[in-house]
């Protein structure tokens, strides 16, 4: 991964966890991880990486950034 790439991804991962600081629903429901207990939601910050996130009381968790290009399999055993 190039260093400008790495920045841009980090910017974008940053600026989408911003907005769950405001607005904490704005993720899916994460269908992945559906029969895991603790309903997982995620949020797209760029066209290959997304946020995987609980909310728990008034803290947003952030569980896992994926690589979407990845099985599936591989993401949800990393939960």
């Known amino acids: 991964m190039n260093e400008a790439y790495a920045a841009r991804l980090y ?8 907005i769950l600081a405001t607005h904490p629903k704005t993720g899916a429901a994460e269908r992945l991880l559906e029969h895991i207990p603790g309903h997982y939601r995620s949020l797209l910050a760029d066209k290959c990486h ?14 896992a950034v994926w690589d ?12």
Do not use: F, M
């Open 50 to 63: 997304k946020l995987v996130y609980t909310i728990e009381g008034d803290d947003i968790v952030i569980h």
């Open 68 to 79: 979407c290009r990845q099985s599936p399999e591989h993401l949800t055993s990393k939960i």
């Open 11 to 18: 910017n974008s991962l940053i600026d989408e966890a911003d």
